[in-house]
């Protein structure tokens, strides 16, 4: 493994004591790392920690003349060839995304043209604050800013949930992975959202999709070194970067783009758009006034994207989703024979936690022959073990 220059970010959580193991592990790997603390960070492990581990000084603060004598902020930002913010605080990411340099970390993140890899680490409740989701999805569409994590489960305050800092071994782990396009030259076609079936020009049919499910993936494949067309239906989500997004309404749009992006040397297509089934036969013209006390709106089967890509002739290896309320596997392992699909990920959409226009997920993917259970994480961090899934059946595919 190439050496390289990582600058570690510690920000002020519990989880800053698993950071000591994460640089224990960088430098193991052969990088060298130099470690910057906030004040925050300094409340819960010594910089004496870092030192020890690393073997040079911790930088942590902006204005101390002799640091800045030696590597001022400015050599630092671009000796990093990454910045790795572990934990990356709710109050960080926050400062972040509003481009604040009143410290030394907030300040090498303006300064530096490195990547910047934030693995958040948070209370639960502070993590699916709107406030803190609005500012992630801001990070998220600017190229240099990966998020790796955070995972779910038990926290030191006692909640369970999202929140919890990736340990070290799996963030060290993506750090030696990252530089590795491992889907360059590949051509993913992702569907993404719910369509819209118009009744009249200011009334449809539609369904509770976010979109982030598809738009997390598709994100996933960019980094990867995928070339990615996204399809997709009407949603608030910003682009991902490097993803080229083809936005379209009805199922029959979505249909017309998905099979123009596959025609286009589309090697793998991944249907995680929510397709509405039926759409109305005659929309009316004109906004329908409510005269009557009952009306009938007639509606015909929308043509199936996902079956009519896998019967091409040469198709793409294609994976559908199964978005059900009762006998998931049944129904998926149905759809997955009956729609000729090389791989099915359900997910019980009964849940209410999970699945439909929520930040996580937990799904079954199967196959002929086998399945593999993914439990629930954000989407985010599920996109890519989804991605690792697909790309080692797509492997083995004779
Ligand atoms: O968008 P989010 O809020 O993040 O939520 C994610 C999700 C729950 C929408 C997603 O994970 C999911 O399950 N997507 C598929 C939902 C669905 O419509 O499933 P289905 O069982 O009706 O369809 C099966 C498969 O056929 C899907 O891959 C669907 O994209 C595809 N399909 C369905 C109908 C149709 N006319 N054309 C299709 O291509």
Known sequence: MASRQILVGVTGGIAAYKSAELVRLLGKQGHRVIVVMTEGAKAFVTPLTFQALTGSPVRDSLLDPEAEAGMGHIELARWADLVLIAPASADFMARLNAGMADDLLSTLCLATTAPIALAPAMNQAMWSNARTQANLDRLSQDAQIHVWGPAAGDQACGDVGLGRMLEAAELAERVAGFWERPLAGM??????????????????????????????????????????????????????????????????????????????????????????????????????????????????????????VAALPSPPFTVGFAAETHDVEHYARDKLTRKKLDMIVANDVSDQRIGFNSDVNAVTVIWDGGQQQFPMSAKTQLAEQLLESIMARYQAKP
């Open 187 to 308: 051509h993913w076609v992702i569907t993404a959202g719910p369509t819209r079936e118009s009744i009249d020009p200011v009334r449809y049919i539609s369904n509770h999709s976010s979109g982030k499910m598809g738009y997390a993936l598709a994100r996933a494949a960019a980094d990867a070194g995928a070339r990615v067309t996204l399809v997709s239906g009407p949603v608030g989500l910003p682009v991902p970067a490097g993803v080229d997004r083809v936005s379209v309404e009805s199922a029959e749009q979505m249909y017309e783009a998905v099979h123009a992006a596959v025609a286009d040397g589309g090697d793998l297509f991944v249907a995680a758009a929510a397709v509405a089934d039926y759409r109305v036969i005659d929309p009316a013209a004109q906004k329908i006034k409510k005269s009557r006390d009952r009306m009938t709106i007639e509606l015909t089967r929308n043509p199936d994207i996902l079956s009519s």
